[in-house]
């Protein structure tokens, strides 16, 4: 199956991942590794519950990490792996502006 993430940040800076021939990450893999991410980015709760739903947590760690992280080859091919596998979708698109993630 093919797989696509595709991250849009402030003044329309664009990066698109494509995960053809990339060692897929199972689901509980990416749950962890987004978990991580999050804490080691200090990311906080969208919602005021506290709730961090698994698409809030892909957009907040999209958001925190910025064009910096996205330009790093490892770390945009992780977090791309990631979003896929905790998402359970082939084709993942976060419009951080938008403060949404579609499928």
Do not use: I, Y
Request: net charge negative; glycine share 6%; hydrophobic share 50%.
């Amino acid at each position: 199956m093919h797989s696509q993430v595709s991250v849009r940040l402030d003044g329309n800076q664009e990066f698109r991942f494509d995960l053809a021939g990339a060692e897929p990450m199972g689901h509980e893999e990416g749950r962890r590794w987004l978990d991580d991410q999050f804490t080691t980015l200090d990311c906080e709760p969208l919602r005021a519950s506290g709730k961090v739903l698994l698409a809030d947590k892909v957009l907040t760690v999209a958001r925190a990490a910025g064009a910096p992280l996205m330009a790093d080859a490892e770390w945009s091919r992780n977090f791309a792996r990631a979003a896929s596998a905790a998402l359970a979708k082939a084709v993942v698109r976060v419009d951080v502006p938008g403060m949404a993630v579609t499928f």
